[in-house]
Each structure stands twice: as structure tokens, then as C-alpha cells.
């Protein structure tokens, strides 16, 4: 064992090599090449800053979602708690600016209650996390519709608009910078950071194997809750981009679940957990929405989005599970 | 069998194989004739489970050549081995639980009528199996899951015969075994070699491999050692080529009594679902041995004092003070470190680093003192201390050797300078020269003044390794007894002949 505390660099290369996130590196640069092929100014700033900032939001849910997955559970609740949000900031704001930071406090705090939830119910009465989610995306559902008679009501401020639709102008060599490019920029930095801390660790040592975590001093409940809670968080920021983007519908956050489960297990991270990275739930996040982008200038129908998800799903875990049993 | 050179059943002719570019087998040659129990012995890393593959199916050599009754043979897969009659009995049985020892057995290839599944036929044809090996008592139609292990290994050699194994592979068939269930296991070795079967037996256990094998085939480093009949061979020389050391170094010295200083730990009145008036003092600086059989509540202690299944009853005290040894956290925060005995299941993440594993107690409990990269380099030191050899510290954990891996599992706790240590089998499924560097380190632990408690099933260990020992018996003390006790006086508290008499 060396105790050198900084490796050389060819095998810090290596590593990053075995977190396995090379292949997705070599489909993400077929994608662009081929959307380039279509579509030459792609490439170019304005058009490349847009597309990323329209992605964010699958981004960050895929971060959120990784830190669930990675600790051996899942959560499907994500979608249907994004539309909550657009559709109760919406009712709360109800075009009125003055409102507008309160109200993000507001969903800030309710994504994190909503993951506690979750996280309580799964940890502490061991219902498994499939079910406990799948009941709060229909309780969610269910209450919003409920809430509002059917009809979404009120309306987002221009000042909450802004995070999701507006740009830094005239940044020198680049254009325009979206907002959501910025805050995806800033929080992907976080959740990279946090993953490099002890409680990052813990976490993915969690999903790998419980038993032990908890033989050695863990707080196995704790750490999943927190994890339901970050992801709820995540769903709570990526309600704002989206509300500020597309608006208010009861279709806002539809199917975002699915887009975010198989943005990390096309990420190369295990499902059942204990492996993988959030850089690569994130990369796998922006190879969908680059598929989906080329799927469109190609005239492929968006219809076939979910039916392109399913066989993304099958075929990565088909392929992780071939690579780890044939070691 | 001495009298041999009949057509080997099995032969072996310069086997090689290679993973990555590491050489595991290298122009390995072994022979087994109809009837024979040939032991194939060695560390961990030795290869034998490679040899043991490739003669299964299980992987291809690179090189060299397999003969089965004669014949030149490649095996595509698993599949192909045992139709040629080559079986294998795995350390973990492959068996449903929920089905019947007749539906086990014949799995696959039931006997039909008709395009059903003829049950009287299968139920018929298994006792018939069970009778050759001498196993009337076992009944055809009794639910796996509900047999002892002794008895589901039966099942898993029955299933091999039905599918006419003429060769036997038996990777470590006593390591799940209670003692008296061995003698049961002897005894199917003989009947199996008496219906013409041969046998490879892999054991870390030389005692076995003395009382049953006819040769015995030493590999070290992928390499064939020596090939040697078992009445020509010691245990001595087998120890000295396996590692390359003598058998006489094998339990470092004990305590002296300077060495052992004050009650670390005291436990009054203890009591749970499994345990019942647990009165103990653990002083720092010794190694208390914890002897009993299976199920005595030798682990339930451990357990208990680490927080996973509490005392509900009782007080403890550690340094003095009373200490609330809740959960394993709290335990863990109180000074107490726990090696457990099922290590794939409860002591490693298998999928994570050599280094995140060590640092993972660390991580989970500590508040970070001295700086992050402070304490990784500390734990690299604690790696390298318990002499941990693996590729690098980035190496995946499955990948290690039982031995190393459990190095590592104790370096993860060395880093939280615990004052009371608890080793439940240490050394279970763990080479012999791995053990020994285990011995060395747990009483270099105690002479460094940390209080052990180590649980062990294998009476010599704890023979040697104690400073004293208590003897469980169905959830309480049967007994203490000093360093200079034997075996036997082990065994009858263990079972309860002798009332135990505090010595």
C-alpha cells in the first residue's frame, strides 16, 4: 500500500476509466455527431446553451434520484411531486411578485418533506421504497387534482419565471447563459462534492450492503431518509425551471420519474445500489435529452419517448448485470 | 487406494490458466483413480478453487490437457461436466429451500409419465440413491429447508449422484458443519468411495485431510507442490510447503501476567431472548476465549455487547462507568469494535474500495479531527500494518481473499482506537497463513492494551489464543477455565457433563 496521498495521474485516469463511464462518453459523442450531421449550428453557443439549460431540470432530478438509487432504494414519486409544485406555486403566487421568494422557500421545504416522508415510511415502517413512492406519486396526484377542482388556478410571477426561462445576456464568446444552467451548474458541483464527503460515502457503502454499514456505526435509516429528502429537493428545484419554462399544466412533471430512473441506470449506476457515480446519473441524464433531441430532428415522433426509456432500461441493466456477473 | 496404477478416472496434464494477465495455474498435473480421495490443499490464492472450476466446467484452461475415464475432454460449461459425471459440491448449497429432498435431487430431470412429473417414481428413485450411500434415514419427501445443513449436504451429494457422477468435487465440505455432523460426513466419504467414486476433497482443514484422504496434492502460487501419499506426509511438512513456515509458530505467546491491567469491561445480570445471567469481567491486555457449541449463545454475547441484539436485563460497565450498548453505533462510540463471523454478509461492502471499506467506521461515527487527508493516510498506515495485499487500495474488496479481507475489516476498526475488541471467528474460511498473521495481530491488539473477546469454534485456536476462557451453554456461563485446560475440558462444559466449577 503507498501512502502517498495524491495518486500519479495515470491511475487517477484509471479510476475514472473503472467507474465505467466511458462507454457512455463514446455514446454521448456519437449522439452529438450525429445531431451535428443534421443539424450544423447545433454546436454553436446560443443553441448549445439553450439545450443545456432546457436539460437541467432531467439533470437534477437525475442527481436525486442517484442519491436513492445508489442507497438501494428507489423513487418514483419525483414526477408527480414536480407537478405539485408548478401547479401549488402557481395557486400560491398567484401572479403576484411580492410572493415569489416565499414561495420558493414553500417548495423547497415541501420537496423536503415529501422526501422525509418517504423516507420514514420505507425506513421505519419497511414498506419497500417501489411501493411507499408509487403511493406518493398517486397520493400527490391525487391531492393536487383535488386541491385545485381539476383546473390549475392562479398564475407564476414573471419573477418566478425568470429561473427557468431567462438568460446572463451577451456573455462575452458564449451568448446567452440561462439561469438553469448556472443553478444546474452550481447544485451538479454540490451533489459531486457531497458524494466525495464522508456522508457520500456512507451512503453508497449503505446501498451496497446495509448489514454492514450498520455493523460499523451507521445510521442506515438516516442516511436513506436523507437521500429520499435530497431528491425531493431536487424535484422541488427542478419544479421551478420547469414552471418558469413550460408553464403551469398538470402535465408539467408527467413521466420525469421514468426520465430520471433511466437517465441513472443508462449513468452505469447500479439498481439496487452500492455502485456507480452521480457524474455519470447526470451524463446519463444529458445522453437522453441529446436521444431525444436527435430523435426530433430526425422527425421521429415524441410519441416513441417512453418505448425508447423502456428499451434504454432493459438493455443497461441487462449489460451491467452481464459485466458483474462475468466479472 | 494402494492399489493403483489402474486408468486414473480424472487426469490432469499441465493445466494453466490466467485472468488479466495474472497467472492463477501454472502447468498444474493431478490424477484421481476410482475410489480415491485425493485432498487438494492450500492457501487461499493457491488456486484451488481455479483447478476446481476448470476440472467442473466452470472455467476453460489456457492451456494443458484434461483426460476423463481416458478420454481427452473440453468441457463447454457446467452442464457438460456433469454429464460426463463430474460433480460438485459447492461450501454454499445450491438447494430450494421451499421443495422436497426427491424434487431437489432429481431438479431438471424428473422422471416423467406421461408429460408429468411421475412423483412415486421420483420419490422411489431418490430413496433408492439415499440407501447406496448408506442415508436411510433421511426421509425423500421432507422439505429442504426445514434439514440440518449435515443433511442438506446429503441432498447435494445425492443430486450429483443422479446424475451419475463417477467423480466427486468437495470444496470445503465441513466448514458449515458442527462437529458431530463431520464424524456423519466421514463416514459418507467411505461409502462414496466404496461404489467406485473418486473424490477431490479441498480442505483447510488438515485433520480432515488426514483422516480421509489416500493423497494428498499440495498447490502454492498455482503451482503443483507435491503430490504425496497421506501416510507419507506430517502435518509439519504439509504446513511448511504449503506457507513455508513451521506448524510449531503457530499461536503467538500469551499475556504475561504484568501484561494484563484493569477491568475494561464488566457485564452483571446480563440477560436477552437469547442469553440469561451473564456475569463477565474483561480486563485490558488479555484475550478472553469464548468457547461452546453452535447455538450456545457464544455469538448472541458478542452481539449483545456490541449493541445489535441488547441486553434487556442487567448492567454493564465500561472503564467503571455504565455504558448503554444500544445499537452497534452507540457501541461503537463507546470503544467497542466488533469483527463479525459471517464476513460476506455482514463485514464488508463488497463492491466498494480496499480503502472505502476501511475507512467506512470511520466515516459513519467519527467527527473528523485531524483532516481528511490526515486520516486517509492514517488508515493507508493501518492497511499496510495488518499487511493487506491486494492489487491497490482501489481494488474492489470482493476480489481479496477471505484473509485479506478480514485484515482489512480490522484495519477499519484500528482506526478507531477501540479499547474493547470483539472477534467472533476470526479466522473462519481463512488460509493458514493468513490465520496466523490474524493471531499475531489480535494479541499484538491486546498487548498494546485493548481488552479481546474472541469467539471460536476451533478448539486449538482458542486453546491457544486465550488467556482465559468461558464456555457457553445454552445461553449462559457453563464455566471458566485458565490457559492450561484442554480440549476435553472445553468440550464436556461445552456439553454439559461437568458442572462448570469457576476455576
Partial sequence: ?327 | MSDRPQTPLLALRGISKSFFGVRVLDGVDLDVAPGEVHAVVGENGAGKSTLMKIISGGHAPDGGVIEFAGLPRVFGGPREAQRAGIGIIHQEFNLLPERTVAENVFLGHEPRRRGLVDRRRMLSRTRELLATIGETALPADAVVGRLGVAQQQVVEIAKALALDARLLIMDEPTAALADHEVELLYGLVRRLQQQGIGLLYVSHRLTEVFDLSDRITVLKDGRRVRTMPTAEATAEDLVRQMVGRELSSYYPDRAAPEDVGAVRLTVRGGGNRKLRDIDLDLRAGEVLGVGGLQGSGRSALARALFGVEPFTTGLVTIDGKPARLRSPRAATRAGVAYVTEDRKGEGIVGRQSVLDNALLASRAVLPLRSGRAARTVRVRELLATVEVRAAGDHQEIRFLSGGNQQKVVLARWLALDPLILLFDEPTRGIDVGAKSAIHDLVRRLARSGAAVLMISSELPELLGMSDRMLVMRDGRIAGELSAGATEEDVVALAVGTVRGAAA
Fill in chain 1, 1 to 327: 500500500m503507498r501512502l502517498v496521498q495524491r495518486r500519479p495521474l495515470p491511475s487517477r485516469l484509471a479510476r475514472v476509466r473503472s467507474g465505467g463511464l466511458l462507454p457512455l462518453i463514446a455514446i454521448l459523442a456519437v449522439l452529438l455527431v450525429l445531431i451535428t450531421v443534421r443539424q450544423p449550428d447545433f454546436m454553436a453557443p446560443p443553441s448549445l446553451m439553450s439545450f443545456l439549460g432546457r436539460s437541467a431540470p432531467l439533470i437534477l432530478l437525475a442527481a436525486g434520484q442517484y442519491f436513492v438509487i445508489v442507497s438501494g432504494e428507489f423513487d418514483l414519486s419525483v414526477g408527480s411531486l414536480v407537478t405539485a409544485q408548478v401547479v401549488v406555486a402557481a395557486r400560491l403566487i398567484d401572479s403576484d411578485p411580492s410572493r415569489t421568494w416565499p414561495v420558493v422557500l414553500v417548495l423547497l421545504a415541501g420537496g423536503l418533506l415529501v422526501g422525509l416522508v418517504n423516507g420514514l415510511i420505507t425506513t421505519r415502517l419497511r414498506v419497500p421504497s417501489f411501493i411507499t413512492t408509487l403511493g406518493m406519486f398517486l397520493i400527490l396526484v391525487g391531492a393536487v387534482y383535488l386541491w385545485s377542482n381539476g383546473a390549475p388556478k392562479g398564475g407564476l410571477s414573471e419573477e418566478f419565471r425568470r429561473f427557468g426561462r431567462r438568460a446572463f445576456e451577451d456573455v462575452p464568446g458564449l451568448g446567452r447563459i440561462p439561469y438553469a444552467l448556472v443553478i444546474l451548474l452550481v447544485l451538479a458541483t454540490l451533489a459531486v462534492l457531497l458524494m466525495r464527503s464522508d456522508f457520500g460515502r456512507v451512503l453508497v457503502a449503505v446501498g451496497d450492503n446495509p448489514r454492514t454499514a450498520e455493523l460499523s456505526g451507521a445510521r442506515v435509516h438516516r442516511t436513506r431518509t436523507i437521500a429520499f429528502m435530497l431528491s425531493g429537493l431536487a424535484a422541488a428545484v427542478a419544479a421551478i425551471l420547469i414552471g418558469g419554462y413550460s408553464g403551469v399544466s398538470f402535465q408539467a412533471g408527467a413521466g420525469l420519474e421514468f426520465g430520471a430512473i433511466t437517465a441513472v441506470v443508462l449513468g452505469g449506476v447500479a439498481l439496487g445500489g452500492g455502485r456507480g457515480s452521480v457524474v455519470g446519473a447526470m451524463l446519463g441524464a444529458l445522453t437522453l435529452e441529446l436521444l431525444f433531441t436527435l430523435m426530433n430532428f430526425y422527425g421521429v415522433s415524441g410519441a416513441l419517448r417512453p418505448t425508447v426509456q423502456g428499451a434504454i432500461i432493459l438493455f443497461a441493466v441487462a449489460v451491467s448485470t452481464r459485466r458483474s456477473t462475468s466479472r
